[in-house]
């Protein structure tokens, strides 16, 4: 009897130092992401409303000319910045809007973050005015877009620049940037 009765005090104490108790909580891995994506950043508000208003959905899926300064057939060379992506489409509500964003540059990608549109407001068959509107887009290159994550460049001849195959991409309509 005293043997089981010492082995109990044994448990007994084992299970007070903390021996098969939970002690702090393990350390939990966040996923970093990684440098040569682009910061975090939202969707304006009312982007999905006045996409909608457009005729878009979540998914569409809009064919550019990536900047609208390099409007050409052949290769572009990007640098980070602010860029006016036009779209080509002959009719639609699209056919009077440019969409807005900012490029970044990266190693091996150009990443395109759009956060509003210009729609042409016309008077008497003129453009008078534009009007800026909310939206959500990001941009994808037409021949490698499986994993969403930009256009496949290469290092440009100056610091910080790329160079593409086309200067045309497509931008997905999304609800929130990755």
């Given at each position: 009897?005293?043997?089981?009765?010492?082995?109990?005090?044994?448990?007994?104490?084992?299970?007070?130092?903390?021996?098969?108790?939970?002690?702090?909580?393990?350390?939990?891995?966040?996923?970093?992401?990684?440098?040569?994506?682009?910061?975090?950043?939202?969707?304006?508000?009312?982007?999905?409303?006045?996409?909608?208003?457009?005729?878009?959905?979540?998914?569409?899926?809009?064919?550019?000319?990536?900047?609208?300064?390099?409007?050409?057939?052949?290769?572009?060379?990007?640098?980070?910045?602010?860029?006016?992506?036009?779209?080509?489409?002959?009719?639609?509500?699209?056919?009077?809007?440019?969409?807005?964003?900012?490029?970044?540059?990266?190693?091996?990608?150009?990443?395109?973050?759009?956060?509003?549109?210009?729609?042409?407001?016309?008077?008497?068959?003129?453009?008078?005015?534009?009007?800026?509107?909310?939206?959500?887009?990001?941009?994808?290159?037409?021949?490698?877009d499986k994993d969403g994550e930009g256009i496949v460049s290469y290092p440009g001849p100056e610091r910080g620049t790329a160079v593409v195959q086309d200067a045309?991409?497509?931008?997905?309509?999304?609800?929130?940037?990755?």
């Amino acid at each position: 009897m005293s043997g089981g009765r010492h082995i109990g005090l044994i448990l007994v104490a084992a299970g007070g130092l903390g021996l098969g108790c939970a002690g702090k909580p393990a350390v939990v891995a966040e996923s970093q992401r990684p440098s040569w994506m682009p910061p975090e950043m939202k969707c304006p508000q009312e982007a999905a409303e006045q996409m909608k208003k457009m005729g878009l959905v979540l998914g569409d899926r809009i064919p550019v000319v990536v900047d609208e300064t390099q409007n050409r057939p052949g290769s572009a060379r990007y640098k980070s910045r602010f860029v006016m992506s036009v779209p080509k489409v002959d009719e639609g509500e699209l056919k009077d809007v440019s969409i807005a964003g900012y490029l970044y540059v990266a190693n091996h990608r150009v990443f395109g973050r759009y956060d509003r549109a210009y729609v042409r407001y016309y008077e008497d068959g003129k453009v008078r005015d534009f009007y800026e509107v909310p939206f959500c887009g990001v941009l994808l290159d037409p021949r490698w877009d499986k994993d969403g994550e930009g256009i496949v460049s290469y290092p440009g001849p100056e610091r910080g620049t790329a160079v593409v195959q086309d200067a045309r991409g497509i931008i997905l309509v999304v609800d929130r940037f990755p």
